[in-house]
């Protein structure tokens, strides 16, 4: 057996991969590098690459400036516990956010992954409210369709089909589930598209300790784009009712829908915002909880502390990469190169809208997807994918690509033709 075949054959019989059976593993590919925006495969193809490693890989791979943030941070210190010690690349960190965040944000709480920013939030807004001397406002109102990570709490306000919560019954809070909402991003808003979100805020508010949202793009719960006055009616709302504004912004951040932020389409500030995947440019794994001075100062009061601290809370390794991350998406016209991926997703998949099979076409920012009738064949059209020399990675009903910002024109238009020709040979 060769070395590749060694390992795969070690990978399928031991190793979970996510959302697999251990029994019946679906086929994995063994990647040994990567660089820019390519894949490089162990039996020596190169793959174009559509997925930035889940919103992750926003510079694209082994990019000389991470690299070097990583090794001179490594060559000082890995890693010190974060309790009654600190240090330069977290406060840099805490220095870059607080300078891109919406304004009013202003106390930063590292953490190890997106999951666990989303429980910290919602342990913020929970606190938030005993604090205030209402310890009976803790529950959390949320749409269909969003996904948060996969830990408990988080679990509770994903979707509740596709989160799968049947599976998980009794095991967290039931929690208060809003239509998902209807109104596309690119139409005109419709007003009623409220009315079912503003009935629950207010049947539910004296319960409520926040209202939890993936801001303008749902991802992984359905990849869907939603009118950025929806946002606003729900700012508005949680204002009105007296509930905290969670946003999670793990998936949108960073620039993927075109805006620095989500919620920058909308001009709201959240009370709580999540951050995490691209935070790092895909190096590692990162993630904050930022809240305002009114949600820090309420938790904090009568001597108050805030119930959570990690391990790897503020890893140094994490924390310079991200800063060199965030000082190399703002150092580059990524808004302009972001402006040109999506011109090119909404020329490209334009083609798939009439195919038979195909229930929808949509693109915002570097997200661009394909919406099929039927779920799809992951392992089959993956084979096909890899095979023409690009990575694309469905789940359910939806073929999509989310590149690296750094992706060639030439790249794209081939991941693009690529993708349309997977869907005319295994839909119609
Ligand atoms: C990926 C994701 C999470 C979970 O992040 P992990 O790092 O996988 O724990 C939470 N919310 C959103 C919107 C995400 O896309």
Redesign the pocket.
């Known amino acids: 057996m060769n070395r590749t075949a060694e390992l795969l054959a070690f990978d399928q019989r031991h190793l979970w991969h996510p959302y697999t059976s251990a029994l019946h593993p679906l086929p994995v590919y063994m990647v040994a590098g990567a660089a820019g925006s390519r894949l490089h495969l162990a039996d020596g193809r190169e793959l174009i690459d559509g997925m930035s490693s889940?919103?992750c890989a926003i510079h694209g791979y082994n990019h000389p400036v991470l690299n070097a943030a990583l090794t001179e941070q490594a060559a000082r210190m890995s890693h010190v516990m974060f309790g009654g010690i600190t240090h330069e690349p977290a406060v840099r960190l805490g220095q870059a956010l607080l300078q891109i965040v919406p304004a009013g944000l202003e106390h930063v709480f590292l953490c190890d992954?997106?999951?666990?920013?989303?429980e910290a939030a919602i342990k913020m807004a929970m606190q938030y409210w005993s604090a205030g001397g209402h310890p009976e406002k803790k529950r959390l109102l949320t749409v269909r369709g969003g996904?948060?990570?996969?830990?408990f709490m988080?679990m509770s306000v994903c979707d509740p089909v596709t989160g799968m919560h049947h599976l998980f019954r009794g095991a967290f809070p039931e929690q208060v589930f809003a239509e998902r909402p209807s109104c596309r991003f690119h139409a005109p808003y419709n007003p009623a598209d409220a009315a079912d979100f503003l009935t629950k805020i207010e049947r539910h508010a004296h319960e409520l300790a926040a209202v939890i949202l993936?801001p303008i793009c749902q991802?992984?719960g359905g990849m869907w784009f939603y009118h950025p006055d929806y946002l606003r009616m729900v700012r508005d709302a949680c204002d009105r009712f007296g509930c905290l504004l969670i946003l999670?912004?793990?998936?949108?951040g960073f620039g993927r829908t075109g805006r620095l932020f989500g919620a920058s389409w909308a001009d709201i500030r959240p009370d709580i915002l999540?951050l995490?995947?691209a935070l790092t440019g895909g190096y590692m794994?990162l993630?904050a909880a930022l809240a305002t001075r009114a949600v820090a100062e309420q938790i904090s009061r009568d001597g108050g502390v805030f119930m959570h601290g990690p391990t790897f809370m503020g890893n140094p390794l994490a924390c310079a990469v991200a800063c060199a991350s965030i000082g190399l998406l703002l150092a580059e016209d990524w808004q302009g190169r972001v402006h040109r991926i999506e011109e090119l997703l909404k020329a490209e998949l334009e083609e798939a809208r009439n195919l038979s099979g195909v229930t929808d076409v949509r693109c915002l920012g570097a997200i661009g997807v394909v919406e099929t009738a039927a779920p799809v064949n992951v392992p089959q059209i993956q084979a096909f994918f890899v095979d023409n020399g690009v990575w694309i990675r469905p789940f359910g009903r939806l073929i999509y690509v989310m590149p690296p910002y750094v992706i060639s024109e030439e790249d794209l238009t081939r991941l693009c033709r690529v993708l349309v020709a997977g869907v005319k040979r295994f839909h119609r």
């Open positions: 889940w919103w992954s997106g999951s666990v920013s989303v996904y948060h990570g996969d830990t988080a993936e991802g992984a999670d912004e793990i998936a949108t999540c995490g995947k794994t993630a």
